[in-house]
């Protein structure tokens, strides 16, 4: 199993990147998917969820209308839109798979069943 995300950087305050996380050796189509981001010295937090069927989304309070999580099952591809970054943004995402979305599964992010490796997103002026 593989889940290797992509697309990290540093960006200033106000501004956008879009994370891709491109999944392999397990049937993609079959899993819910999970953003986590880990800050230096603090807590793994989920950030999104989605399912697998793309209807439905969860997003943790502090994301909520700044960040877009998408999936193109076709190419076994998470994606996460995230805009009008803040520094407190900045930490290192992972893309994990799980069983079921649910709200309690952004709070809780342990119940992931395949972890990736993550991408920085550094957000500076």
């Known amino acids: 199993v593989q889940l290797q995300a992509s697309g990290g950087g540093l960006v200033r305050p106000g501004g956008s990147l879009r994370l891709s996380c491109a999944a392999s050796g397990f049937t993609f189509s079959t899993y819910d998917m999970i953003w986590v981001r880990q800050a230096p010295g603090k807590e793994r937090e989920g950030v999104s969820c989605?399912?697998?069927?793309?209807?439905?989304?969860h997003y943790v309070d502090s994301v909520n209308g700044r960040f877009t999580v998408s999936r193109a099952s076709a190419r076994n591809t998470t994606y996460l839109q995230m805009n009008n970054l803040k520094s407190e943004d900045t930490a290192v995402y992972y893309c994990?798979?799980?069983?079921?979305?649910?709200?309690?599964?952004?709070?809780?992010?342990?119940?992931?069943?395949?972890w990736g490796q993550g991408t920085q997103v550094t957000v500076s002026s």
């Open positions: 989605i399912n697998s069927f793309d209807r439905i989304r």
């Open positions: 994990a798979a799980i069983k079921w979305c649910l709200e309690s599964d952004v709070a809780d992010p342990s119940v992931a069943v395949y």
